[in-house]
């Protein structure tokens, strides 16, 4: 078995393919990995949670990464920039974009939707649609045989 560079074209496949990632935050010097259901649209991978410790975390340090992997094989990491899409005028269209290519998976909304403690009860949902403009992507590719 050996392991191989992936071509830019191997990484979008995957990346395209995918639905689930490892987001990786930092905040005063201190990582924070969760997985994350995502759905990919031209550079741009739309995610969605409720409040708590990842988006205060990326609200106050925007740079991330999220590890991607198809298979056994396969593993692409993506770094990039969180951005909010607020319930506001100018993020209505991007966030109906992002629900509509996000509904499309299983269980797009437990990730980020459900919460091990118990909820206060709201007559306005908390939800977040976010997305994460993808800067860089490397991957690696790990094949049987030899070189």
């Not at 393919?17 to 005063?28: H, N, Q, S, T, V």
């Not at 924070?32 to 409040?51: D, E, K, W």
């Amino acid at each position: 078995m050996f392991v191989r560079v992936m071509s830019r074209e191997e990484c979008q496949g995957v990346v395209a393919a995918g639905d689930l990632a490892r987001l990786a935050c930092c905040r005063d010097d201190q990582p924070y990995i969760v997985p994350i259901t995502y759905a990919h649209s031209g550079n741009r991978l739309y995610c969605f949670s409720m409040p708590g410790q990842k988006i205060d975390w990326m609200r106050s340090n925007p740079k991330v990464s999220l590890q991607i992997a198809e298979f056994a094989s396969n593993r692409v990491v993506v770094t990039g920039r969180y951005q909010e899409l607020p319930a506001t005028q100018g993020c209505h269209h991007e966030r109906i974009h992002a629900w509509s290519l996000l509904e499309k998976k299983p269980n797009w909304w437990e990730p980020g939707g459900l919460k091990p403690v118990p909820q206060e009860i709201s007559g306005a949902s908390a939800h977040i649609f976010f997305c994460v403009e993808m800067d860089e992507m490397t991957g690696r590719a790990a094949c049987a045989g030899e070189l």
